[in-house]
């Protein structure tokens, strides 16, 4: 089991930046890879980037590659991720995952565990 924590969403201006955090406790050993996802209001909630734990090896979606950057703090077993430059269409509630094994897949169905959210509102 693992348990997923995420914070750090808010309300901000486009723009701005934000920082979100997932803090993962339980089974943290082991190769995996953690994701993040967001879900739109009337979309599928889609991939958004993922980092491979062990080395920090990165996958981003098209539209944030280099605005947002995932990162990783093993000794407080938490990622990030860095969302600069944001946008009213990065408005949505943003999650964390956990896959096993070190393939950095955008297909959530291979993520096993998921963080219960953090919303990110972003005003034009």
């Known amino acids: 089991q693992v348990q997923l924590v995420e914070s750090g969403g808010g309300l901000v201006l486009a723009g701005d930046s934000l920082k979100l955090s997932c803090e993962a406790s339980g089974r943290t050993f082991g190769g995996y890879t953690m994701g993040w996802f967001r879900h739109a209001p009337g979309k599928e909630r889609e991939f958004v980037a993922a980092?491979?734990?062990?080395?920090?090896?990165?996958y981003y979606k098209n539209s944030v590659k280099g605005r947002f950057t995932a990162s990783r703090d093993t000794a407080r077993n938490t990622v990030y991720l860095q969302m600069n430059s944001l946008k009213p269409e990065d408005t949505a509630i943003y999650y964390c995952?956990?896959?096993w094994g070190n393939g950095l897949s955008p297909d959530r169905s291979r993520y096993e565990y998921w963080g219960q959210g953090t919303q990110v509102t972003v005003s034009s």
């Open positions: 980092i491979n734990w062990s080395g920090g090896s990165t």
């Open positions: 995952a956990v896959k």
